[in-house]
């Protein structure tokens, strides 16, 4: 069955940096677009970042572009999120997902066709 096993968060200071990884098994990754959401306590869903399973272009959130880099390893079928400069607002539950093939770039903070997500990983970011 379709699985997505995520790690790599935990406690930083601001400025730091943290690699998410997301592990996928019973299916394989070539043929889905990778993503990233994230929510904090009390606020929406947000959606972080996106790429189509050709991975020629990226999508990122204003919030995160520019310190967010989303890749993968399709030989591990695993894919990242390496994020930078960390910022106390960048706490929350992050989280991993996949949807058939392409992203829905208009609609970056939508959950519409994803269809497999990880668990969750907490991400603090406190001095």
């Known amino acids: 069955q379709k699985h997505l096993a995520e790690s790599g968060g935990g406690l930083v200071q601001p400025g730091g940096s943290l690699r998410l990884s997301c592990a996928a098994s019973?299916?394989?990754?070539?043929?889905?677009?990778i993503a990233w959401f994230r929510q904090a306590p009390g606020k929406a869903r947000e959606g972080l970042s996106c790429?189509?399973?050709?991975?020629?272009?990226?999508y990122y959130s204003d919030s995160v572009k520019g310190r967010f880099t989303i890749s993968r390893d399709n030989a591990k079928n695993t894919f990242y999120l390496q994020i930078n400069n960390l910022e106390p607002e960048d706490t929350a539950v992050y989280y991993c997902?996949?949807?058939?093939?392409?992203?829905?770039?208009?609609?970056?903070?939508?959950?519409?066709?994803?269809?497999?997500w990880g668990q969750g990983t907490q991400v603090t970011v406190s001095s």
């Open positions: 997902a996949v949807r058939p093939w392409y992203c829905y770039s208009s609609k970056l903070d939508s959950a519409t066709g994803y269809d497999t």
């Open positions: 790429v189509g399973s050709t991975d020629n272009h990226a």
């Open positions: 019973g299916f394989s990754l070539v043929n889905s677009a």
